[in-house]
């Protein structure tokens, strides 16, 4: 839901520039002012039934119910923006037209990416596309991102395409898929390589962040061994993961202000209860921005387990942190044997690896 009104905006960014244009159609030929009109109508449409959308899935209940709602809203445009495009491929309001429907249907076709392949992986207005793929990455425009990391001439455009081809890969590492960490080594390599000096803004390079996805990829992975961490606890005296090998380590990396690790609190102080007497180690490290955040909150909240505080940098920068909590789940030989776990599955893991232990 949260990618897909980013979309709207973003898709209604693209549509303005086409629709400001209608004097200018004025001296066009019949068939492109029609054209220029029915683009006009599906766009003024689909704005008057964003905010239905937006309200519908305020009062909706369920999951299921919010996932209705958003593929009816794909099958009322869908076939007409279809229509639309497969009248004229090459036609330049063909390529605007794709490129709204991309970012502001929910569940784009996959025709409509097919169809920017094939027809304008060239183009220089692709750019901003591929930019917006970098963080919203689909995997169904694996093909047009290919297409334009190999044709287009613009390096912008090149460069966005490489890092999006390189998360699309990440996301199935996430999953299991042991072949596309090699992939996302080599596209997020390639970044630093060719296209590294590429500005995002606000004094960030694009090959700033593909350093630390890449670091993560190759030292970070399950079966990796962890990278030794070194920080500072509650009394300001240095830290580091070495000193806990010989047992199963849990690194929680998180903030108190972040929602779902409180949530987790209530658990994780079952399980240290439940694993007091075994070589285990809960460190939570903290990356609020100052240490008496987390202090003051651990006077109120009984977390009675290893704290370190590391605010934005040491391991949320150098191990690339994207999100909180980061897990991390360490075997007693240092090696890394899950990822991002929590509840029942995290114990369970714990319990799985103080079992190999003995």
Not at 19 to 41: C, G, I, L, N, P
Not at 125 to 135: A, G, H, S, T, V
Request: proline share 3%; charged share 35%.
């Amino acid at each position: 839901m949260r990618r897909w009104m980013s979309g709207i905006i973003a898709a209604s960014i693209v549509a303005l520039p086409l629709m400001a244009q209608d004097k200018e159609k004025d001296k066009a030929s019949d068939k492109t002012k029609v054209r220029a009109e029915k683009f006009k109508t599906i766009i003024e449409e689909y704005k008057k039934a964003v905010p239905n959308v937006r309200t519908a899935l305020q009062n909706a209940k369920t999951d299921k119910e919010r996932e209705e709602i958003l593929e009816k809203l794909t099958k009322d445009f869908s076939p007409r923006i279809l229509k639309f495009v497969e009248a004229d491929l090459k036609d330049e309001q063909s390529l605007e037209m794709l490129m709204f429907a991309v970012q502001a249907l929910p569940k784009a076709d996959g025709k409509f990416y097919d169809a920017l392949a094939d027809n304008w992986a060239d183009n220089a207005k692709i750019k901003q596309l591929c930019r917006r793929m970098m963080f919203q990455p689909q995997a169904q425009a694996t093909k047009l991102l290919q297409k334009v990391l190999k044709e287009n001439k613009d390096t912008d455009a090149q460069g966005f395409s490489c890092y999006a081809l390189a998360k699309i890969a990440a996301e199935k590492v996430g999953e299991g898929d042991k072949k596309a960490e090699a992939e996302a080594e080599k596209y997020y390599a390639r970044v630093v390589k060719e296209f590294a000096d590429i500005s995002l803004g606000r004094d960030t390079k694009l090959g700033d962040l593909a350093k630390g996805s890449l670091f993560e990829i190759r030292n970070l992975s399950i079966g990796k061994k962890a990278p030794n961490v070194e920080s500072k606890n509650l009394d300001d005296k240095k830290v580091q993961l070495s000193d806990y090998k010989g047992k199963v380590v849990v690194l929680d990396i998180w903030a108190t202000w972040c929602g779902p690790c409180r949530a987790m609190i209530p658990h994780e102080r079952e399980m240290v209860e439940k694993m007091k007497e075994k070589p285990f180690a809960l460190i939570s490290i903290s990356a609020d921005d100052e240490k008496k955040t987390l202090t003051d909150f651990l006077e109120k909240e009984k977390m009675p387990w290893t704290h370190w505080w590391t605010g934005a940098n040491g391991i949320v920068k150098d191990w690339n942190v994207q999100f909180f909590p980061t897990i991390y789940v360490i075997d007693a030989e240092g090696v890394i044997r899950f990822k991002n776990i929590r509840g029942k599955e995290l114990e369970e893991a714990v319990v799985k690896l103080l079992a190999e232990k003995k």
